[in-house]
């Protein structure tokens, strides 16, 4: 088992769940307890998808309390107003994580867990097939000792090494695509009674086009807050030298957040810019020897929050396959590689969609209204109208099966604005039940 981040510590845990012996290999020090050392510590998201794996190997609960519910996101528009809007019904949320809290959890999980044995600072320098060989390098000595496991399980990540060498073996495409956009981490602490300064049931977004801050909610009382710019260009990282430009962008960009940062410039100026990508690969395993999950196989931009769901639900899935084919590793990792990379390519494509999105939260009345209709007809129908968001965040349908009902309900709200545009005194409840009992019919 390669990488011990996120999803590296649940596929662990999924394999020894079925008696199999796990090596599993870190090249950063694993504390019992504390974090990874990744550099990524912006929140996550965790919805139902992700959760539903967690509560499989019993860590659920654990992970739920750490978590803050965010019911909806709230638009913060550059006037000062502010707009909620719900993420789904029924008092559906995503759980809002740090990072760090997260991976203390599952590092926790693993160091005690029989049949899983921790290296840590060792990383794997090579891979070889045919046979199936691993070069691990102890990054406190530099030794390095060839190992030959029955199988390699790789979640280490977007730079993943296993990934890379089965590229250079010509068993796997990969390709990375950079997004022009980037990230800096900052903070709104709290207030002086220790609690949060903003509403913790919501994650602010603050859209102005190209560019926008997102707060997220911590248990302490705090928002991590993320900017996101271009990389380049006349309002991007690369322009904001000087603490003149960071105040101005800010002043009147984000007032109402800035008089919530008061150690604004220090954080701004001593943080690194995060990079964003698109990792595609092809296929996800070789043969019945070698299996990616998580980034190495499919890294995502951030916007549609699924990440670490996506990963996460790659193991349960994973698991099933072994179960299915009686642990024949052959049958298994083909079913789980023709099964789940298509629905890697979908969510992929969402989630650079979603930038524009977010980005455009407040400009586009027309994907507003989209938006409150679909919302509308969930409500009144819920059995037979699901936005695409809550497909994805709120149910363990597959990517694909939920991009496919998407697709065949979008008839449905177009024609429902079509009656509303038509005449702008139509009750939009008497327009659904219109157009939905025509369907019916």
Do not use: K
């Amino acid at each position: 088992m390669a990488g011990a981040g996120l999803v590296g510590p649940v596929a662990a845990l999924f394999l020894a769940r079925r008696g199999h012996g796990v090596d599993l290999y870190e090249r950063e020090p694993f504390v019992r307890g504390a974090a990874a050392g990744s550099g990524r510590s912006i929140n996550l998201t965790l919805c139902t998808r992700g959760l539903a794996a967690l509560d499989e190997i019993g860590l659920g609960a654990r992970v739920r309390r750490l978590t803050v519910p965010a019911q909806g996101r709230t638009i913060h528009a550059t006037d000062g107003t502010s707009r909620f809007q719900p993420y789904g019904s029924r008092g559906e949320a995503l759980h809002v994580i740090s990072r760090a809290h997260l991976n203390a959890v599952l590092r926790e999980a693993v160091a005690g867990a029989p049949g899983i044995d921790v290296h840590d600072e060792c990383e794997i320098a090579g891979l070889a097939l045919d046979p199936l060989r691993i070069t691990v390098r102890d990054r406190r000595t530099g030794v390095e000792s060839i190992a030959s496991p029955a199988h390699v399980v790789a979640a280490d990540g977007a730079h993943s090494r296993i990934r890379r060498d089965l590229a250079a073996l010509g068993r796997v495409e990969a390709a990375q695509e950079p997004l022009t956009q980037a990230y800096r981490e900052l903070t709104i602490g709290p207030d002086r009674a220790g609690s949060w300064r903003l509403d913790p049931a919501a994650i602010h977004i603050w859209p102005r086009g190209r560019f926008m801050l997102m707060a997220f909610a911590n248990i302490d009382g705090s928002f991590t807050v993320a900017l996101y710019l271009p990389r380049d260009g006349e309002r991007s990282f690369a322009a904001l030298s000087s603490e003149a430009d960071l105040a101005a962008l800010f002043e009147e960009s984000f007032p109402d957040a800035l008089h919530h940062m008061p150690r604004l410039t220090d954080e701004f100026f001593t943080r690194p810019t995060a990079t964003l990508g698109t990792v595609r690969c092809r296929p996800w395993v070789a043969g019945g020897a070698v299996a990616l999950l998580g980034d190495a196989a499919h890294a995502l931009v951030p916007f549609y929050g699924q990440g670490a769901n996506f990963g996460f639900e790659d193991c349960a899935v994973l698991d099933r396959c072994l179960a299915d084919a009686g642990d024949d590793w052959d049958a298994a990792l083909a079913r789980y590689d023709g099964g789940r990379r298509p629905d890697g390519e979908i969510i992929a494509d969402l989630a650079v969609a979603h930038l524009e999105h977010l980005q455009q939260a407040i400009d586009s009345t027309e994907r507003r209204r989209r938006q409150d209709v679909e919302q509308r007809m969930h409500e009144l129908f819920p059995d037979a109208f699901t936005p695409l968001y809550s497909m994805i965040a709120f149910t363990t349908l597959s990517y694909a099966e939920a991009s496919r009902r998407h697709r065949l309900q979008q008839p449905a709200v177009d024609r429902v604005l079509s009656l509303c545009a038509h005449d702008p005194g139509t009750d939009v409840d008497a327009a659904i039940h219109a157009v939905l009992a025509e369907q019916a019919r």
